[in-house]
């Protein structure tokens, strides 16, 4: 008997087509979430993959929890093979391993959260295979379209291409390690620090800025939550909120064809801790990102709280600070992008007289979608997400250079860069 399937792409269709005048296709044809998949693999898999070669890939920790079980209740019924794999590697080296094994193969099925889920998501691109992935936490990679990869040491986003299916077995992930659970819940409730920033951006540079996928998650972030320490307890009802979560923020960014939703300054600070922490770092993106966002929103907070706008200077770039943390060749390829957000005298005359006259309306404009410091720092508290880099064991340095110089490893204006143009960046160091 099926218990409880809930294919959300139903409701996404539905949602987005009366949000929306356009007519926008989602490129994944199931996004399934159910109690358990027990017996029922068989059927979603020939939906998607019908007469495909398939290999199932999954490591020994998914392997254990979930792999096994698919392959054993698939084998013999389809053309199917499995893969475990050893030792998962987020770089160039673990793609081409991936890209080896499965060159026989026109799809493959993931079985796993964060490096299997992109590097099987980057290489099935590159190989032009299908792949759907079996979900082992909750996580906002699986339904978007890049992959997070670490090549030559650094960490960007890389085109790919979408799964045909997304499946979330309740039953297994509610029993995922708790780090892992309050880690995509960290990384999806970040949308306001992210909403602020990219708003900000929009209403200071003119940018580009499209709301529309902020209604979508609104439908659940709130039940998300109430329901936070229900969640970290392991309840599937209330894991559901959070995986719809996760899964409309992927599928923003590949609407919108941007990530600027959820990642702007706290994925910042993230970003430069995985460039330059050593290997005493054992925070995951999301547990970062957990802890950068904390302090994100509290100067969010502070800064565009105040009675009168704060005055801006010319943006003050520490050019032999930077090379000498960069190198020479990777400073000049990061100024390329940050050059873009720098303010210039004149330019900072102009805003200075536009934050004058405004600068009521822009805190309103602001305030309807800032969430106060106090609830957000309780708000991860009660599912357990890590708050502060000490609870995170990240060296105190690290994290200070990180908020100083994080605004500059991206072209995305953030408070980080408005709180430096107006001598309020040291006040958070
Ligand atoms: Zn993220």
Redesign the pocket.
């Known amino acids: 008997m099926k218990t409880s399937q809930e294919n959300i792409i139903k409701e996404l269709n539905l949602k987005i087509l009366k949000n929306s005048n356009k007519n926008i296709k989602i490129p994944i044809n199931d996004i399934i979430i159910q109690e358990c998949f027990d017996g029922e693999e068989l059927e979603l898999i020939n939906k998607n993959h019908k007469d495909e070669k398939i290999l199932l890939i999954s490591d020994t920790n998914t392997h254990d929890i979930l792999g096994a079980k698919l392959f054993n209740n698939l084998k013999n019924k389809i053309d199917i093979n499995e893969f475990i794999w050893k030792n998962p590697i987020n770089s160039e080296v673990g793609v081409e391993e991936i890209k080896n094994v499965s060159k026989n193969f026109s799809t493959i099925i993931a079985v796993g959260s964060g490096t299997i889920c992109d590097t099987i998501k980057y290489s099935t691109f590159i190989n032009k295979q299908n792949f759907s992935v079996f979900a082992t936490s909750p996580m906002?990679a699986y339904t978007s379209a890049n992959a997070s990869l670490k090549f030559n040491g650094n960490r960007g986003s890389f085109k790919a291409h979408s799964a045909k299916g997304v499946y979330f077995d309740l039953s297994v992930i509610s029993k995922c390690p708790k780090n892992l659970i309050s880690a995509g819940f960290s990384?999806v409730i970040?949308r306001t620090t992210a909403q602020v920033d990219w708003l900000l951006s929009n209403i200071l540079l003119n940018t580009y800025y499209n709301a529309e996928p902020y209604d979508l998650l609104k439908l659940y972030e709130d039940k998300t939550i109430i329901n936070a320490k229900k969640i970290i307890q392991g309840d599937t009802e209330s894991l559901r909120y959070l995986i719809k979560l996760c899964t409309f923020m992927g599928l923003g960014t590949m609407i919108i064809g941007t990530s600027h939703l959820?990642?702007m300054a706290e994925?910042n600070i993230?970003h430069y801790i995985d460039m330059f922490g050593d290997n005493t770092i054992s925070t995951s993106?999301?547990e970062q990102?957990g802890i950068a966002s904390i302090t994100i929103s509290k100067m969010q907070n502070e800064i565009l709280k105040l009675n009168k706008p704060p005055i801006l200077h010319k943006t003050n770039v520490p050019e032999e600070e930077l090379k000498k943390i960069f190198g020479r060749e990777n400073y000049n390829k990061i100024k390329k992008n940050f050059i873009s957000k720098c303010i210039n005298n004149e330019k900072a005359y102009n805003l200075n007289k536009f934050l004058d006259k405004n600068w009521q309306n822009i805190q309103n404009k602001i305030d309807g979608v800032m969430m106060p410091f106090n609830k957000f720092w309780e708000c991860l508290g009660s599912c357990n997400a890590l708050r502060t880099p000490s609870e995170g064991g990240i060296n105190e340095d690290l994290y200070k250079e990180a908020i100083k110089y994080g605004r500059f490893i991206r072209d995305r204006y953030t408070i980080l860069d408005f709180a430096d143009d107006c001598d309020k960046l040291e006040m958070y160091i």
Do not use: E, F, P, Q
């Open positions: 906002n990384d970040c959820g990642s994925h993230s993106h999301g990102v």
